[in-house]
């Protein structure tokens, strides 16, 4: 394994903090490996930690281990078998499987959808293992197709971004089964690997508070919509692919008093004259970094003033950011003054957060990025 050798520096940082990656301008200026190569980080002849190296990446060293390992079958099959092993009893057949750094597998996410399983290799280290990979889960799971999933952060590790079968067939659509809900995906065409899953405990709490109408704004496949089994269901989603599969899914769960509208939710926030028991407000990350922060902070003022006034006395607002940049702290406040200058009370029920497939580690930073609050109107 070839070493790299790290200034005092930075081999200090890497052992005080025991970070998940190293900045390019941590490493040396000149580097020998291969993009994503698995190399030892030394400190004059000390060893520190096992990394894939990736010259060509700002996060250029991904920590796999501060132990001497080989990265080869056996270890990985050990780390997917835990990761696996950790999402034992959660209730439903499409589960992320493997969250890359936060299990221990930096840019590998696995998610399974019954018997189908999509993959994505975010790191130039983890794309030089696909093949083994592959092997690996048709070894543990028998899966009847693997599918890749193209993601633009590789990009950023100077890796094309590629889509396609990687074993089996995958087909265009599949039923997936949630709790007592089932959801048609589109495993090929649809958003992240086919379905927000890191949204599924979400779905299962403010579905409880459904009431008379129900507006869900961002819809995307529908999940909040139809877990609140409301007499009547709004949803507002501006891609027609989504629409479709709202309007596909309300048919699976037999929900039919719906009205699915194919527009942009700030359009028709303008126009709307309805009132609401609950209103799910879950958009796309407005900001991706902190700097982005303070437009997407307009266009969130916007959002939770307008919902706040569609909402009945009584009803009650799902908050969602999945972003870092933007938490639920930022919201609340916001919420709080559109209350105030509206001369309503506003009450947390419920502080959300991603399902536990997607796991919060202290130690990776962003690591939780999506939060909400379900707020009463009082
Ligand atoms: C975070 S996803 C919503 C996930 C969904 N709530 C779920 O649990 O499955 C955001 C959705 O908003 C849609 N979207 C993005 N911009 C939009 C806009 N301006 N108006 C309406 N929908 C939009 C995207 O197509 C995407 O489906």
């Known amino acids: 394994m070839k070493k790299v050798d790290l200034s005092k520096k930075s081999a200090e940082r890497l052992m005080r903090e025991r970070p998940p990656w190293l900045y390019r301008n941590e490493l040396p200026q000149t580097l020998y490996t291969q993009p994503g190569e698995t190399t030892a980080l030394v400190h004059q002849g000390q060893f520190l930690a096992t990394a894939f190296v990736n010259p060509n990446s700002t996060l250029a060293a991904r920590i796999v281990a501060f132990e001497p390992v080989a990265i080869d079958g056996d270890f990985l099959t050990r780390r997917i078998r835990d990761a696996i092993a950790r999402r034992e009893g959660i209730e439903s057949n499409a589960v992320r499987l493997v969250h890359s750094e936060a299990d221990g597998l930096p840019g590998l996410i696995a998610d399974r959808y019954g018997e189908y399983l999509v993959l994505s290799f975010t790191t130039a280290g983890m794309e030089r293992l696909k093949g083994e990979i592959v092997e690996i889960f048709k070894r543990l799971l028998a899966p009847a197709g693997i ?42 065409k649809g958003q992240k690997t086919g379905f927000f899953l890191d949204q599924r405990r979400n779905r299962r709490i403010v579905g409880r508070y459904g009431g008379r109408h129900t507006l869900d704004l961002f819809a995307n496949a529908g999940g909040f919509g139809i877990y609140a089994e409301a007499q009547k269901t709004t949803f507002v989603e501006i891609s027609a692919h989504a629409c479709g599969q709202i309007a596909r899914n309300c048919r699976l769960n037999g929900l039919e008093n719906v009205n699915i509208i194919q527009d942009d939710v700030f359009a028709f926030l303008e126009k709307d004259e309805q009132r609401y028991d609950l ?66 009370r506003l009450q947390v ?29 009082v």
């Open 279 to 344: 209103i799910v407000l879950d958009p796309p990350a407005f900001a991706k970094s902190k700097k982005a922060k303070s437009g997407a902070m307009k266009g969130w003022k916007y959002l939770i003033s307008r919902a706040l006034e569609r909402l009945e006395e009584g009803g009650y607002l799902a908050l969602f950011s999945c972003s870092h940049a933007v938490m639920i702290e930022d919201l609340l406040p916001l919420a709080q003054s559109s209350a105030t200058a509206q001369g309503c």
């Open 147 to 188: 599918w890749e999933k193209g993601d633009t952060v590789r990009l950023k590790e100077g890796l094309a971004v590629r889509e396609g079968a990687l074993w089996g067939d995958v087909p265009e659509r599949i039923v997936l089964q949630e709790r007592e809900k089932r959801f048609e995906i589109d495993i090929k």
């Open 349 to 377: 029920v419920e502080q959300l957060s991603q399902d536990i497939d997607h796991p919060w580690m202290l130690d990776v930073p962003n690591s939780l990025y999506l939060t909400g609050a379900l707020v009463r109107k």
